[in-house]
């Protein structure tokens, strides 16, 4: 398997999934740290950099939820054609899911650049940022294919480009997603 590394920024993305985007969220934990002041790139940066830790994640994208960040690891083309990598999610406010109240998550991602779609592998569900305190743990189906949505879209280009051009994503500013 080819492996090609995304340039190491701020942290990398996550997908909570369907089951995160449910009821309203609760207030922040103890040490679990505000959302932003505002969802411009300059704050939302100085966010992450204040409150996340991880060494060489890439910050993707942004949008009202959170921030999506890709692995240090980069992305490996896998024998099939299909492209995986590690997805991290930061939350601003926590949510309520079936299992409990998650603020991060970390999912393994097989993408169909070619189809434009992904599926969860397996994912990780936390009570805290800094993918701290499991909730839960999911695997999945590999060919259980999902259409990108809102900032998967940005999460699932740069994937794709990463391994097209076989070099690692410059650091670049974040950029809220469409």
Do not use: Y
């Amino acid at each position: 398997m080819a492996s090609v590394k995304l340039a190491p920024t701020l942290l990398a993305a996550l997908c909570l999934a369907a089951a995160a985007k449910a009821a309203p969220a609760p207030a922040p934990a103890a040490g679990d740290p505000p959302p932003p002041s505002a969802l411009d790139e300059k704050t939302v940066s100085a966010w992450a950099a204040q409150h996340l830790k991880g060494d060489g994640w890439v910050l993707v994208n942004f949008d009202a939820e959170g921030i999506r960040l890709a692995t240090p690891e980069g992305v490996s083309l896998m024998s099939d054609g299909l492209v995986e990598t590690d997805i991290r999610h930061e939350l601003f406010t926590p949510v309520s899911v079936s299992v409990g109240q998650a603020r991060s998550g970390l999912a393994h991602w097989a993408v169909d650049c070619k189809a434009r779609r992904f599926s969860v592998v397996s994912m990780t569900i936390f009570a805290h940022n800094n993918l701290e305190g499991v909730v839960a743990h999911k695997i999945g189906d590999r060919k259980s294919w999902q259409d990108p949505v809102a900032s998967e879209n940005d999460t699932l280009d740069a994937v794709c480009e990463a391994i097209r051009s076989g070099k690692r994503l410059e650091a670049r500013p974040p950029h809220a997603a469409s």
